[in-house]
């Protein structure tokens, strides 16, 4: 089993930054991708950004150029910096973590957090 923790969601007026982090502990021998996903109310969940263990990186048009997914494999833990912030970007944020190897020869798969809530002001 694999427990992922949030942190780091709160309040912000238009235009300003947060930064998310999310912890994995557990049996974990490695994490194939970790992500972040968002889900605004009334709304379906989506896709924010995801980051592979090899670096490969894949971002919600939207985010582009102002979203920055990150890890720490030797922690494994994933951040996500939100930068120039919109009232759009309101929602809570789930961390993901996908192709979890408990063991080198197991995979389990679509681990998620509790969500945290971030709430941009204009």
């Known amino acids: 089993q694999v427990q992922l923790v949030e942190s780091g969601g709160g309040l912000v007026q238009a235009g300003g930054s947060l930064r998310l982090s999310c912890a994995a502990s557990?049996?974990?021998?490695?994490?194939?991708?970790m992500g972040w996903y968002r889900q605004a109310p009334g709304k379906q969940r989506e896709l924010v950004a995801t980051?592979?263990?090899?670096?490969?990186?894949n971002y919600k048009d939207s985010v582009k150029g102002r979203f920055t997914i990150s890890r720490d494999n030797s922690k494994n833990t994933a951040y996500l910096q939100m930068n120039s912030l919109k009232p759009e970007d309101t929602a809570v944020y789930y961390c993901?973590?996908?192709?979890?190897?408990?063991?080198?020869?197991?995979?389990?798969?679509?681990?998620w957090g509790q969500g945290t809530q971030v709430t941009v002001s204009s």
């Open positions: 993901n973590a996908d192709r979890v190897r408990p063991t080198p020869d197991r995979y389990e798969y679509q681990y």
């Open positions: 980051l592979t263990s090899g670096g490969s990186t």
């Open positions: 557990g049996s974990i021998f490695s994490i194939g991708i």
